[in-house]
T-cell receptor
Framework: NAGVMQNPRHLVRRRGQEARLRCSPMKGHSHVYWYRQLPEEGLKFMVY????????ESGMPKERFSAEFPKEGPSILRIQQVVRGDSAAYFCASSPQQGDTGELFFGEGSRLTVL | RKEVEQDPGPFNVPEGATVAFNCTYS??????FFWYRQDCRKEPKLLMSVYSSGNEDGRFTAQLNRASQYISLLIRDSKLSDSATYLCVVARYNQGGKLIFGQGTELSVKP
């Protein structure tokens, strides 16, 4: 059973370009979370999605960032007009259901570098 | 003030040492508590859940004090392979089940 798959693993963009990060949750998991980890900092919650629904986007910057989890296909985190401060590791995690086991299964992350 | 606070370390200890990590959380509505481990900024992985009664998993013991809003992790007989960053995590399920991570405490175990 494949784990959480993220791609690309590494992405380089110039300021002003768009970055699209993709996440395929584990088979049977319907809950997806995106976290961002800046250099030398901890993981910051960005958004929680279920299929076709955004449940909690309280951690998403108000501008330039958006996320979706369509009925078919992976979850996408989209960053428009990237700036240097967007350089970070973006981790996706999934869980089978909302519960109290606390175990989120993380992908290996997508590392965005903005030049 | 951060919602989950940890001493960032690093903690440098010799093999075989006992080391303790502390964590405090600010939101009394937090419901569940965990320790995750992150190696070299790879993906975090669940180490153990934390219960009020305290729980142990081999060389690892976790404690929770709800009154003080304090969580601890004790590692006995440290191994070189324990070198990693240990993340204190809290969850509130009335907010969709998201996990809130502390900054992490770095541990380096030396021969």
């Amino acid at each position: 059973n494949a784990g959480v798959m993220q791609n690309p693993r590494h992405l380089v963009r110039r300021r002003g370009q768009e970055a699209r990060l993709r996440c395929s949750p584990m088979k049977g998991h319907s809950h997806v979370y995106w976290y961002r980890q800046l250099p030398e900092e901890g993981l910051k919650f960005m958004v929680y999605l279920q299929k076709e629904n955004i449940i909690d986007e309280s951690g998403m910057p108000k501008e330039r960032f958006s996320a979706e989890f369509p009925k078919e296909g992976p979850s996408i985190l989209r960053i428009q007009q990237v700036v240097r401060g967007d350089s970070a590791a973006y981790f996706c995690a999934s869980s089978p259901q909302q519960g109290d086991t606390g175990e989120l299964f993380f992908g290996e992350g997508s590392r965005l570098t903005v030049l | 003030r951060k919602e989950v606070e940890q001493d960032p370390g690093p903690f440098n200890v010799p093999e075989g040492a006992t080391v303790a990590f502390n964590c405090t959380y600010s939101n009394s509505a937090s419901q569940s508590f965990f320790w995750y481990r992150q190696d070299c900024r790879k993906e975090p992985k669940l180490l153990m859940s934390v219960y009020s009664s305290g729980n142990e998993d081999g060389r690892f013991t976790a404690q929770l004090n709800r009154a003080s809003q304090y969580i601890s992790l004790l590692i006995r007989d440290s191994k070189l392979s324990d070198s990693a960053t240990y993340l204190c995590v809290v969850a509130r399920y009335n907010q969709g089940g998201k996990l809130i991570f502390g900054q992490g405490t770095e541990l380096s175990v030396k021969p």
